[in-house]
């Protein structure tokens, strides 16, 4: 059987201007889980709180991109931004846990605070 997943940064975005928002939308439109490439505009424990309460699984995530607006998809190549590199490698790290650690496939939660 087929599983597909809502990539949030495509889809409902007419719909809603909020990542929260976009996610409550997936939950009610059916999907299992979800694809959140950049989550970065809303903190852990938000993202934590309305993945709970939607019961969907998170399935992607990328790293800190850099500026999307100005055509940065990383910035690990960049010379001089190596510190900037680590500092948003290790928040991107924080999302995964959050994510990837706190919520087992069974659903069971992790007794890992934030």
């Known amino acids: 059987m087929l599983k597909f997943a809502a990539n949030l940064d495509f889809m409902f975005t007419a719909e809603a201007t909020s990542l929260v928002d976009r996610i409550k939308l997936a939950a009610a439109a059916g999907f299992k889980g979800i694809e959140i490439p950049y989550p970065y505009e809303v903190t852990p424990a938000v993202l934590v709180s309305v993945k709970e309460s939607s019961d969907l699984e998170q399935v992607l995530l990328n790293a800190w991109p850099g500026d999307l607006t ?7 190549i960049f010379p001089g931004r190596q510190e900037e590199f680590r500092e948003k490698l290790e ?22 605070s934030l």
Do not use: D
């Open 70 to 76: 100005a055509g940065e998809f990383g910035i690990g």
């Open 91 to 112: 928040l991107s790290v924080t999302y995964l846990k959050v994510f990837i650690l706190f919520f087992f496939p069974s659903g069971e939660r992790h007794q890992q």
